[in-house]
């Protein structure tokens, strides 16, 4: 990071500019050749540590562990995040990947959708954890796995962020 004084007005100007060359209202836009997210994975240093994390404290159910077929004696594990979505995990015995880092290019956060009653629930429990957490906005609460990995729990709907529509 440097000190360099930022031009939030040029950056303004930038980001206008882009969406004037590439958004398209919604009736415009064609429709995606994606069907979905499938999982995003995540890297865990401790396979019963990230079941209890994210099953137990998130209640995200744990819908299987097998083996990984990229590198021998890996787990790869799946937690069901709702809509057909997963989160997954790999471990890497015997490989020392050293403490979690975001880079440019890497994972940021990821963001994950809950109903506003079960929201209230588990920053709840997030607490009741000691799990060290910020809620922002009243309906955005961020904290860290186990491993590090930035993890935000939103309560807008889908396609919604902040009142604005984004899908």
Do not use: K
């Not at 097998?66 to 490989?95: K, M, T, V």
């Amino acid at each position: 990071m440097t000190d360099t004084p930022t031009d939030l007005g040029a950056i303004e100007a930038e980001r206008q500019r882009i969406r004037d060359a590439h958004l398209r209202p919604a009736a415009e836009r064609p429709r995606s050749t994606a069907r979905g997210l499938h999982h995003t994975a995540l890297i865990s240093s401790d396979v019963e540590r990230t079941v209890r994390f994210y099953q137990d404290v998130l209640g995200f159910p744990l819908t299987e562990l097998i083996e990984n077929r990229d590198y021998p004696g890996s787990s790869h594990f799946f937690f069901d995040i709702g809509n057909g979505n997963l989160l997954a995990f790999f471990d890497f015995p015997g490989l020392d990947l050293g403490p979690y880092a975001e880079v440019l290019g890497g994972l940021h956060h990821c963001a994950i959708s809950v109903e506003p009653a079960r929201w209230d629930e588990i920053v709840r429990r997030l607490e009741e954890a000691g799990v060290e957490h910020v809620v922002h906005s009243e309906v955005s609460v961020y904290f860290r796995d186990p491993d590090g990995a930035r993890i935000e729990l939103i309560s807008d709907p889908l396609g919604e962020m902040y009142g604005n529509q984004v899908l």
